[in-house]
């Protein structure tokens, strides 16, 4: 257990299990029993499920032959999709940690998303392209959206308005329609994008390219894009429930950033990571953090108070 002193100084949580790098984490939005998961993908190939408030490990999802780059949950938490370097995208049963489905690449798949109700799933990957598969007919061919000239790092499904993101090695963030299946939209930067994930609330998409933490809201004009410059370069950036305040990673140095979501400023760092950090992730509630370097660490967005493990000192 953490504990808080009184100079209220960072203790992170730390959950050990994972042998390689921690590429790719996310927290399940609260469920209807009030629980929050939190999945790792690791490139040694086995994604663990987490308890999203303490970090205690649940199980590890066993059986991908190479490293996993991307995890989800859907939203219920009954379901996870991981894609691999096994040229595969598995979807999980995460009570029994069985295989649902397994659906066969012809590259590396690097980027899986699940729709609304958990039916179905979005990959996407070295082959450029996207594929959408549906949980009740895993067998029918998958439909298919082509337009990415380079590696597809990371997908975002918006069931609201019946569109699908997806980013990557060719710097585009690209906006398909899936009543026509075509794209409608596009947003340019200036470098390849690294990650790019779906706030809690669903109102804001984020992502990390080069020395930038870009910021869009759902549904606003395509070049109404938040762009807050970063001295690292950004692998993740991930946006607090609140909106006030973001997040981000960098494989530049082994700092957590945060920052002041509305003038850009840097606000705090955290301090204690061992090597480069792939990927962050704040919880649904907002009161913690995760980030890795090999090792998953929680960090307490307010130590002042006691959350979880963390129990401040009396």
Known sequence: MANINNSNRMIPLTCSGHTR????????????????????????????????????????????????????????????????????????NTETGNT??????????????????????????????????DLYRPDAPARQLVGHTDTIRAVVWDEQRHTIMSAGEDTVVRIWDLRTMRECGSMTNEASVSSMTLSVDRQYVSWAAGKTANFWKLGSAFDDVKRIETKENTSSVSLHPNHEKFVAGSEDDLWVHVYDFNSGEPLEVSKGHHGPIHTVSYSPDG????????????????????????????
């Not at 012809?106 to 070295?126: K, L």
């Open 100 to 133: 649902l489905h397994t659906f066969e690449h012809q590259h590396i798949v690097r980027a899986v998303s699940f729709n609304e109700d958990g039916t179905q799933i979005v990959t996407g990957g070295q082959e450029q392209q996207l594929r959408i598969f």
């Open 21 to 92: 790098p921690v590429v790719d984490l996310q927290f399940s939005p609260i469920t209807d029993e009030g629980k929050c998961y939190l999945i790792s993908a690791c490139k040694d190939g086995n994604p663990m499920l987490r308890d999203g408030v303490t970090g205690d490990w649940i199980g590890t999802f066993q059986g991908h032959k190479g490293a996993v780059w991307s995890a989800r949950l859907s939203r219920d938490a009954q379901k996870a999709v991981t894609g691999s370097a096994d040229f595969a995208a598995k979807v999980w």
């Open 287 to 314: 009161e913690l953090y995760a980030s890795e370097d090999g090792t998953i660490r929680l960090w307490q967005t307010n130590p002042t108070q006691s959350y979880g493990l963390w129990q401040k000192q009396q």
